[in-house]
């Protein structure tokens, strides 16, 4: 069984960083892509980065791009999301996810595996 488990939410002020970390185990982990996620209070979830299963591949949202950086350690089956220049609109539950797939995908339905969650709130 798949098993993913954030951590490195917090609080922090507009303009800080943050780095969120995901622990995955239940599988070959340097076979898949994975992903971050984000649910906004009041909105739906949505994509936030994924990379490819060799962390060749990357791809962002566009609200993201720039100021995230996603990248993995395979040796480690570990999946981390820096977040720089975080603005208050960045204040949501972020998710660590993974696919079916070795390639990056984008879509929320794409996704089979889900961890809980860590909060990250940026305050103005």
């Known amino acids: 069984q798949v098993q993913l488990v954030e951590s490195g939410g917090g609080l922090v002020q507009a303009g800080g960083s943050l780095r969120l970390s995901c622990a995955a185990s239940?599988?070959?982990?340097?076979?898949?892509?994975m992903g971050w996620f984000r649910r906004a209070p009041g909105k739906e979830r949505e994509f936030v980065a994924a990379?490819?299963?060799?962390?060749?591949?990357?791809n962002y949202a566009g609200s993201v791009k720039g100021r995230f950086t996603i990248s993995r350690d395979n040796a480690k089956n570990m999946l981390y999301l820096q977040m720089n220049s975080l603005k208050p609109e960045d204040t949501a539950v972020y998710y660590c996810?993974?696919?079916?797939?070795?390639?990056?995908?984008?879509?929320?339905?794409?996704?089979?595996?889900w961890g809980q969650g860590t909060q990250v709130t940026v305050s103005s």
């Open positions: 990379i490819s299963w060799a962390g060749g591949r990357t």
């Open positions: 996810a993974a696919p079916e797939s070795r390639y990056v995908v984008t879509m929320t339905s794409d996704y089979k595996y």
């Open positions: 239940g599988r070959t982990f340097s076979s898949y892509a």
